[in-house]
């Protein structure tokens, strides 16, 4: 799985991200929320990213425009589930107060619904 960071040497230039092992990160991720919440559910924000991407979309999408071009392949609950999941992981990633509970829950709950998702994908 990969997606676009951003260089540490130079930050105008865009370097791909690579998690070579979904559950691995998913288990490092959980282990961040039981100190840092928060910051497990931006990890969560990369992954969804990453997730949402197929051949047929712009490695340089961001998690809205991934979110708007799937109305065409998945249906409209879908689709508000995932706007949902996308607020509440802006929400996290600038820093708004996330509980351990709801970390951990998202951290099951998102990778899985994403799972059924990429499924649906495959009709495109």
Known sequence: MEAYGYCIDDLKKRKLLKIPDEKKYIEHLKKIADKYPFLAIAGLRILTEIKLKSKTFNDKDTLGVLINKLKT????????????????????????????????????????????????????
């Open 73 to 124: 392949v998945v249906p409209d609950a879908q689709i508000k589930t995932l706007k949902d999941f996308k607020e509440f992981e802006n929400s996290a990633s600038h820093g708004y107060e996330i509980s351990e509970t709801t970390a951990k829950w998202a951290l099951d709950a998102i990778p899985a619904f994403l799972r059924s998702i990429n499924k649906e994908k495959k009709h495109i």
